[in-house]
């Protein structure tokens, strides 16, 4: 391939992964499958690391991350990124109204407008594009100066890399009038709120807790931490988004309204929220934030309030600023989700793994619409954290549909001086506890004999994302485990509806619900079935990789630490943690009542073929195939018992290129690497 050949592909396929990512992430509406979007931007990174030179900053390529940054330089804000000040009732708002009102009055202007929004609860940032291009953004810092995270920024898939210009007069027809237009393209800045949407937020924190990994308290405080990591890549995986609710330039003309500056923004391809409204009158604005505060929760991010933003420029300007915040605007905040009350006992939950849970037993307090009378403490080290004593007033806080957190202590408040301790033995067997080093959780070691830890796999067992056992939940498992009647998951499906019928709050129709879902679950993918099990540190994603590595459990069981390592797709605790658990006796226990009952042991890709040219041989495709889906043949490979890997080694035993096979190919070529074309692979696995 001649260089001006892949500079032409490149430029095309940047142009289209741009369009595709706006049209996935900002308009949620797609015209291309996910698997054919990897494909271009694989094939993009391709012809751009054969030519390293045709690679561009702005290039969907960065979206991956891979830059690490030691120390965030420091830059200096063209303009300083100014706070708001804060009204927490209508009165204060009015208040605000009528100094606006009256300032505008003493100028001579009788009617104004104000842009009402949402007050995203993220982390402000700056943007900057020069010519259309993203060139460097940063945190709001102390408003003067902020920390250059621009490669972090880069990986958030709604902050655009470069601008629709191209299409922004198709779009409204007005910006082709605009005679600013040309000088504003050559240099904007967007500013705006990164943060991390509610349900990516509980996703992530399932998997870190699956995972033993600490967990963030709120949305913003992930995504704070999620901006601070030094490698990008790690910024990519954790998903943010971008709201944009400023633009500044200095080639925008005054007449430019802030609520044109928003359409201009969301044209341009960033995104900006629907709920926002222009107001003539504070009957309007009362009613917008009445609105939203009554809708907060069905938000699909976080918002501790709205801003109000006088809608003209020139009108902004007569009313200035003072030295911290802009006398044009302000923020509403919504009422209070924060309450204080008093700790009457910390009780100690023991987990699945043995692990105990602090729990803090409060006085009951109504917050946010629900009363709340106890709330987790995760482990010591937030005790600690906390400096919890006995009998101390804490302050509890409950964002969103998060669950709420103990804040705080109110040191005035404190009427003791004994710290929290942990128990030295377990709360529901007795068994001294342990505490191993480098973790942060005390652990119960009787893992076969303590009832609460037996209790908890049953439960985890029956849970939404393992078995999903409709009917059975927490406190019928507790009920069915009290009385004897299970003792492990495996117990569930001998249950009969005689016993079960006599049970207390049980009827015949309730024994029977409870009897069908046993059997519907018994067909549940084996993903779901091995997470069920509640292997250590293996949570459901991990799950579904060894669902497909190994399609059935009894693979699984045989696999040795080797052979899962050889997935290279999981590290050395999971694969010595996976062995180590079908050691077990317990485990043995389970799975055969689990087999006897009739449970799937079996993957969807459990078809083994014999193929002695495939099986225990590394594969890597390159290229575009033009028969099979790179999906199918990976299929194809890992059926017959083959691996396939991303990336060319000298371990690699056979690079199958497809058409315009790039850079693997290559280094396929310097290793002396067997190279196959997609009729030849096909041979090999017997497909033609
Ligand atoms: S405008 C001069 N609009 O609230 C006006 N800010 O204290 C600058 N925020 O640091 C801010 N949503 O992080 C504006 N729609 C919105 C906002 C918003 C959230 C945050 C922003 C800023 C803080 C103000």
């Known amino acids: ?72 330089p420091v830059v200096r804000h063209r303009e300083r990124m100014m706070s708001l000040s804060n009204t927490y009732s209508l009165e204060e708002l009015r208040d605000f109204y009528e100094r606006v009102e009256k300032g505008l009055s003493v100028e001579g202007i009788s009617t104004f407008e104000m842009v009402c929004e949402l007050k995203f609860d993220g982390i402000a940032i700056s943007l900057l594009y020069e010519n259309g291009r993203f060139t460097q953004g940063a945190t709001r810092g102390d408003g003067t100066e902020g920390d250059d995270i621009t ?88 998903k943010l988004t971008f709201f944009a609710y400023h633009l500044e330039s200095k080639s925008l003309p005054d007449s430019l309204s802030h609520a044109e500056r928003l359409k201009l923004l969301s044209d341009l391809g960033f995104n900006v929220y629907s709920a926002r409204e222009v107001a003539s009158s504070l009957n309007e604005i009362t009613k917008f934030l009445e609105t939203w505060e009554t809708r907060r929760d069905s938000l699909p991010f976080e918002i501790d309030g709205a801003v109000l933003k006088v809608n003209h420029i020139q009108h902004r300007k007569l009313l200035g600023e003072t030295s911290k915040s802009p006398r044009w605007a302000i923020a509403y905040k919504f009422s209070a989700r924060r309450a204080e009350t008093k700790l009457k006992a910390v009780s100690f939950q023991v987990g699945r793994t043995g692990a105990i849970t602090p729990v803090a037993e409060l006085e009951p307090v109504p917050l946010a619409g629900s009363v709340i009378s106890r709330s987790t403490l995760h482990n010591f080290d937030e005790i600690e954290r906390l400096g919890l004593c006995q009998g101390d007033t804490v302050e509890l806080e409950k964002s969103g549909d998060v669950i709420p957190k103990v804040l705080r202590v109110i040191p005035e408040l404190r009427v003791s001086n004994l710290p929290i301790k942990p128990p030295s033995n377990c709360p529901s067997c007795g068994t001294p506890l342990l505490k191993p080093e480098n973790e942060v959780n005390y652990y119960c070691p009787n893992e076969e004999g303590c009832p609460d830890q037996r209790k908890g796999r049953i439960i985890h067992f029956a849970s939404r994302n393992a078995m999903d056992i409709g009917s059975l939940g927490e406190a ?84 040795t630490v080797e052979e899962l390592l050889e997935t290279g797709e999981i590290g050395e605790t999971i694969a010595q943690s996976i062995t180590e658990y079908f050691r077990k006796r317990p485990t043995e226990i389970i799975l055969s ?27 890597v495709f390159t290229g575009t195939l033009e028969k099979l889906k790179r999906e199918e043949a990976s299929d194809f490979v890992m059926e017959r018992g083959g691996k396939v890997s991303g990336s060319v080694s000298k371990k690699t035993d056979f690079v199958v290129a497809g058409s315009e096979a790039g850079s693997k190919l290559e280094k396929a070529k310097s290793l002396g690497v067997k190279v196959l074309s997609e009729d030849e692979f096909l041979k090999l696995i017997g497909q033609l």
């Open 151 to 238: 490669e972090n920024l880069k990986t958030i898939p709604t902050i655009p890399l470069r601008t629709n210009f191209s299409k922004l007069t198709t779009i409204d027809e007005k910006w082709n009038h605009a005679i600013w237009m040309n000088e504003f393209k050559n240099d904007f800045e967007v500013r705006g709120e990164a943060l991390m949407l509610k349900a990516d937020f509980e996703t992530m924190n399932r998997e870190r807790e699956e995972a033993e990994e600490k967990i963030f308290a709120n949305p913003r405080n992930a995504t704070a931490g999620t901006l601070k990591q030094q490698d990008s890549k790690e910024v990519s995986k954790r």
């Open 476 to 559: 019928i498992i507790d009920q069915l485990f009290n009385e004897g009647l299970i003792q492990d998951a495996g117990d569930l499906f001998f249950l009969e509806k005689s016993s079960l019928s006599q049970l207390e709050r049980f009827g015949d129709k309730s024994a029977q619900n409870l009897l069908d879902a046993l059997e519907s679950c018994k067909s549940r993918p084996l993903d779901r079935l091995i997470f069920a099990l509640g292997i250590r540190h293996v949570g459901s994603a991990t799950a579904r990789i060894l669902s497909l590595k190994f399609p059935s459990i009894d693979k699984l069981r045989s696999a």
């Open 593 to 619: 009542k689990l087999k006897n009952a009739g449970v799937a042991f079996e993957g969807k890709a459990a078809k083994v073929i014999e193929n002695l040219a495939v099986k225990g041989k590394s594969f």
């Open 1 to 72: 391939m001649t260089e001006s050949a892949a500079k032409a592909e490149a430029e095309k396929l940047r142009e289209e992964l741009h369009e595709h990512n706006y049209r996935y992430y900002v308009l949620a509406d797609p015209t291309i499958s996910d698997f054919e979007f990897d494909k271009k931007l694989e094939r993009l990174i391709e012809i751009e690391s054969v030519f390293p030179n045709l690679k561009t900053p702005d290039s969907p390529s960065q979206r991956v991350g891979g830059v690490v940054t030691k120390n965030f």
